[in-house]
């Protein structure tokens, strides 16, 4: 058998009817393109790989005994992974017609793409805003005072989360979630996988950053569309989906701002961060109490 081009890496816990749906669209996305998938599952307790394995024979299966995380996973599909490509693919994504091949195409053409993001929908067809700049302080600071939502258009206040950016062009960009992401296989062994420190959360953003460091470059597709159900295995984490969030950021940030800022500043910004974790738990165990 030839060796495919793409290996589609699915990491699952405990989404099996969205999984399904998600194989089902990769097995009629009519790629011109040799593809193989790989599903690892986290040991999800819905009978997700039974399904897998009953209905899906053609898949590659790992099936864990342990929940090891999404980046470790990740990391362990590729390993088994025969393609120039991986396309890293949430269970809860739909791949539409041809959006394979436009990201591979794009990804031929041009050879210092490391990766490449397509437009990511939601099931009714609005637009998922799935494209942010890095998590610098002052982004930071400018997205958690406000001031991205009184001013979305400047590029500047605006900036973490991009609340300017069009989505209907080819464009550069730093961190795009990794909902659907397709990589390069070279800059995938160059910069070694994702960082199994940071095993749920802010993984793929410290991806996009060391493939930065490395010269790669990452583009936004709009043509090639994938439909984003956006959450369905981050929401059974309840009340945690925001711990780990924020234990992900302050993760990112020991690994990467630490060393650039003197210690004083650097212990001002973690117990700042640190602090709108707190809030943010907060605000969700009021509306929680407030809804019953």
């Known amino acids: 058998m030839d060796r495919p081009t793409?290996?589609?890496l699915i990491v699952n816990w405990n989404t099996k009817w969205h999984l399904r749906r998600c194989l089902h669209s990769l097995m009629c996305s009519a790629s011109k393109f040799a593809f193989e998938i790989i599903v690892v599952d986290n040991a999800s307790t819905d009978g997700s790989a039974e399904m897998v394995q009953r209905e899906f024979p053609q898949v590659k299966l790992i099936a864990n005994k342990f929940n090891i995380g999404y980046a470790s996973a990740n990391n362990q599909g590729a390993k088994l992974a025969n393609g120039r490509y991986f396309l890293l693919l949430n269970p809860d994504a739909e791949v539409t017609?041809?959006?394979i091949d436009k990201m591979l195409a794009f990804a031929e053409t041009h050879p210092d793409a490391g990766a490449i993001a397509p437009k990511l929908v939601y099931p009714d067809g609005?637009?998922?805003?799935s494209v942010r700049s890095f998590p610098t302080p002052a982004s930071l600071l400018f997205s958690a005072s406000g001031l991205d939502k009184l001013f979305p258009n400047s590029k500047l206040l605006g900036r973490y989360r991009m609340t300017w950016f069009g989505y209907d062009k080819i464009a550069e960009v730093d961190q795009p979630m990794s909902s659907a992401l397709l990589v390069r296989r070279e800059a995938w062994e160059q910069i070694g996988?994702?960082?199994?420190s940071m095993p749920i959360f802010f993984n793929d953003v410290d991806f996009c950053w060391r493939l930065k460091k490395k010269g790669w470059r990452i583009y936004f597709l709009p043509d090639a569309i994938v439909v984003h159900h956006h959450g369905a295995s981050t929401r059974l984490l309840g009340i945690g989906k925001a711990l780990e969030t924020h234990k992900g950021l302050l993760r990112f940030y020991d690994k990467h701002f630490r060393p650039l800022l003197p210690a004083p500043l650097y212990c001002l910004l973690r117990s700042f961060i640190a602090f709108g974790s707190l809030l943010r738990v907060a605000a969700i165990l009021v509306?929680?109490?407030?809804q019953r």
């Open 287 to 290: 509306a929680n109490f407030l």
């Open 193 to 196: 996988g994702m960082d199994e």
């Open 126 to 129: 609005r637009l998922q805003t």
């Open 97 to 99: 017609s041809q959006a």
């Open 6 to 8: 793409v290996s589609v």
